[in-house]
C-alpha cells in the first residue's frame, strides 16, 4: 500500500474465449491497469489496486454472462465499459479513500453494483457514474462520506425485478429496488431516466444533501428518502401513471 510495491507500472489484458479466469493485484502509486479487453462469455476478471494515483480501464467486456470486480484503496480510478449489448454480466466496484468510478453498460439483465467507502475511518469524497442503456438491468450504489453520484439510464424495467413498489412508491420506502444510498453530508445525486416501468430508490443519510430525478416515460416509479437537516429534493415525471414519494 501506498510506498509499499512498486510505482509506475502498466499492464494490459486481453481475454478472448470463454470460460477464462484471470487476477490482476498492483500496489504503489501510479501503477495502471491500462486496457482490460474481454470478448467471450462466462469469463471471469479480478482487479485490485492499494495505493495513490492508481487507475483500471476496462475498455470493452463484450460477451454473456461475465463477471468482473474491481476493488481500490487510495486515491484511484476505474472505468467500466460493457458495449455492444452484453447481456446478464455482473460488474462490482469497491473503492476506499478518494477515487472516481464509471460504468457503462449496454443490453440485457446486467447487474453495475458499487460501494465507494471511506479510507482507514478518515474519510472520503468519491465519485460515481453510472450510463445504462438497455432493458431489465440492476443498479446498486453505497457511498460514504462525501460524494457525487450521477445515473444515465435509457430502457424499459431497469431495477424492476425482482422487487417492485406499489401504490404512492410505497409510503416508506424498503427502498430494495435499485438501492442507491448516501451516507454523510453535502452528498449529490442526479438521476436520468428515459423508458417505461423503470424503479428509482434512493436514501440520503446525513444533512446538506441534494437529489435530482428527472423521469421521462410511463409508468415508472420513484422513491426518495432524506433523514436529516437541510437536505433538498427535487423529482420531475413527464408521462403516464407515473409515480413518486419523497419523505424528508
Known amino acids: ?67 468482473v470486480g474491481v476493488g481500490q484503496i487510495g486515491t484511484n480510478r476505474a472505468w467500466g465499459e460493457l458495449p455492444g449489448f452484453s447481456n446478464r454480466n455482473d460488474i462490482l466496484g469497491l473503492q476506499e479513500g478518494t477515487n472516481d468510478l464509471e460504468f457503462y453498460v449496454e443490453g440485457t439483465g446486467n447487474i453495475a453494483s458499487a460501494d465507494q467507502n471511506y ?15 438497455g432493458d431489465n438491468n440492476f443498479l446498486d450504489l453505497l457511498q460514504q462520506g462525501q460524494n457525487t453520484a450521477v445515473f444515465l439510464v435509457e430502457g424499459d424495467l431497469n431495477n424492476a425485478a425482482p422487487a417492485s413498489f406499489t401504490g404512492v412508491a410505497a409510503s416508506d420506502p424498503g427502498l430494495t429496488p ?45 422513491a426518495v428518502a432524506q433523514r436529516g437537516n437541510a437536505n433538498d429534493a427535487w423529482i420531475s415525471q413527464n408521462g403516464t401513471g407515473n409515480t413518486a414519494a419523497i419523505i424528508q
Open 1 to 67: 500500500y501506498d510506498n509499499m510495491g512498486a510505482n509506475g507500472n502498466e499492464l494490459d489484458l486481453t481475454v478472448s474465449g470463454d470460460f477464462n479466469r484471470f487476477g490482476i493485484f498492483q500496489g504503489g502509486r501510479r501503477n495502471s491497469v491500462g486496457f482490460v479487453t474481454i470478448t467471450g462469455d462466462t469469463n471471469e476478471v479480478g482487479l485490485r489496486q492499494d495505493g495513490l494515483q492508481n487507475d483500471i480501464t476496462m475498455s470493452t467486456v463484450a460477451g454473456d454472462e461475465n463477471r
Open 119 to 133: 479510507l482507514s475511518g478518515l474519510g472520503g469524497s468519491n465519485a460515481a457514474e453510472f450510463r445504462i442503456l
Open 178 to 222: 435499485g438501492f442507491f444510498k448516501q451516507l454523510g453530508f453535502g452528498n449529490d445525486a442526479k438521476t436520468s431516466i428515459t423508458g417505461d416501468a423503470n424503479l428509482v430508490a434512493a436514501v440520503q443519510d446525513g444533512d446538506a444533501n441534494g437529489f435530482t430525478v428527472i423521469i421521462v416515460g410511463n409508468t415508472n416509479q420513484a
